[in-house]
């Protein structure tokens, strides 16, 4: 059975950091593509960083230079590094695998994919 769990969030002012992270049961990190996906009240959730297999990455323009996904093999753990934080950036995180995966872009997570597990969020709140 996946599981994945994440954690890190938390409240912080504008400008400052935080580390998300996300542990993965159930499959392994080094055959799965990961990815990180946000959703603000009264928004769709949208994707903002995602990760092959063998390391390729890429992020949504409103992250790109602030924040940057990365994964150990070993814990099976996913991360997101949050700097420069804006209040826009408010959001519960979530993050989401496939087990078997080379690389699926930004848009190639689709909600209804059964060959995609969800965690169930960790909230981040940037104050201005």
């Known amino acids: 059975q996946v599981r994945l769990v994440e954690s890190g969030g938390g409240s912080v002012q504008a400008g400052g950091s935080l580390t998300l992270s996300c542990r993965a049961s159930?499959?392994?990190?080094?055959?799965?593509?990961l990815a990180w996906f946000r959703q603000a009240p009264g928004k769709e959730r949208e994707g903002i960083a995602v990760?092959?297999?063998?390391?390729?990455?890429d992020y949504a323009d409103p992250v790109k230079g602030r924040f940057t996904i990365s994964k150990d093999n070993n814990k099976n753990t996913l991360y997101l590094e949050l700097n420069s934080l804006k209040p826009e950036d408010t959001a519960m995180y979530y993050c989401?695998?496939?087990?078997?995966?080379?690389?699926?872009?930004?848009?190639?997570?689709?909600?209804?994919?059964?060959?995609?597990?969800w965690g169930q969020g960790t909230q981040v709140t940037v104050s201005s």
């Open positions: 989401a695998a496939d087990r078997y995966c080379v690389f699926r872009g930004l848009l190639g997570w689709a909600a209804g994919d059964r060959r995609i597990y």
């Open positions: 159930g499959l392994a990190a080094s055959t799965s593509c």
């Open positions: 990760l092959g297999s063998g390391g390729r990455s």
